[in-house]
């Protein structure tokens, strides 16, 4: 999956989808950004292919929210190997923030 196809998939999920910030949002919304090189292939002394760690951050102030299962039942429709790093409530905003990590692949 390309950083085209990321953005394309989250957008399907919401259309308050970001790359790489969102300003005074005051819905559920994502902020997605690549992180790192998580691995690469080499051939004939080149790099070919770059994988790159993707961080997907969710924002909201919704229990139980549905954004959160349409994520995950995307990331598994469109078979994304994912994980969910961290669940933190963040007292200034008074939103919960969930954070994800799937990877994305990069032709050179």
Request: no cysteine; charged share 30%.
């Given at each position: 999956m390309t950083l085209?196809?990321?953005?394309?998939?989250?957008?399907e999920v919401t259309p308050n989808s970001f790359h790489q910030e969102?300003?005074?949002?005051?819905?559920?919304?994502?902020?997605?950004?690549?992180?790192?090189?998580?691995?690469?292939?080499?051939?004939?002394?080149?790099?070919?292919?770059?994988?790159?760690?993707?961080?997907?951050?969710?924002?909201?102030?919704?229990?139980?929210?549905?954004?959160?299962d349409k994520l995950q039942r995307k990331f598994n429709e469109k078979k994304i190997p994912w994980q969910l790093l961290s669940i933190q409530y963040e007292e200034d905003t008074k939103y919960t923030h969930y954070e994800y990590l799937i990877q994305a692949e990069w032709v050179m």
């Open positions: 085209k196809d990321i953005r394309d998939m989250l957008l969102a300003w005074q949002q005051t819905d559920e919304y994502i902020v997605w950004a690549e992180d790192s090189e998580a691995d690469a292939v080499h051939t004939d002394n080149q790099k070919q292919v770059q994988i790159l760690d993707v961080t997907v951050d969710v924002f909201t102030k919704n229990e139980y929210p549905e954004i959160i």
